[in-house]
């Protein structure tokens, strides 16, 4: 267990750093909305959750280490949570998409 890999090679979803529109069904976009990018020849595809199909899943904050823990146990799906930094010029990472049913269950067991 104590050797368990720390990279972790979760799925991510991005939280916008502009407006955009899904390709897919053409909504609308705000910043800080949540996409998935499809890699398309030199640029990406933004496809909204519903998209995705990934509009059942729920979102968890980065900041509580237990329930994060958690959540990531339980959840058999779990995409990481990125947004463009202009700042930093990198990728920051600010939480994870994870199942209702996991949230839930972590956030009972860490009280
Ligand atoms: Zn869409």
Same mark, same amino acid.
């Given at each position: 267990?104590?050797?368990?890999?720390?990279?972790?090679?979760? *799925?991510?979803? %991005?939280?916008?750093?502009?407006?955009?529109?899904?390709?897919?069904?053409?909504?609308? #976009?705000?910043? &800080?909305?949540?996409?998935?990018?499809? *890699?398309?020849?030199?640029? &990406?595809?933004?496809?909204? #959750? +519903?998209?995705?199909? #990934?509009?059942?899943?729920?979102?968890?904050?980065?900041? &509580?280490?237990?329930? +994060?823990?958690?959540?990531?146990?339980?959840?058999?799906?779990? %995409?990481?949570?990125?947004?463009?930094?202009?700042?930093?010029?990198?990728?920051?990472?600010?939480?994870? #998409?994870?199942?209702?049913?996991?949230?839930?269950?972590?956030?009972?067991?860490?009280?």
């Amino acid at each position: 267990m104590a050797a368990e890999a720390e990279k972790s090679k979760d *799925p991510s979803v %991005f939280a916008l750093s502009r407006s955009s529109r899904c390709f897919g069904c053409d909504k609308k #976009l705000a910043v &800080n909305d949540l996409v998935q990018l499809e *890699p398309k020849d030199d640029d &990406n595809e933004v496809y909204c #959750l +519903t998209c995705a199909k #990934l509009d059942h899943l729920q979102v968890l904050r980065s900041g &509580n280490a237990k329930i +994060t823990r958690l959540a990531k146990k339980y959840s058999q799906t779990r %995409f990481l949570i990125m947004k463009w930094s202009d700042t930093w010029k990198c990728y920051e990472r600010q939480g994870l #998409l994870v199942e209702a049913a996991a949230l839930e269950r972590a956030r009972k067991e860490s009280v």
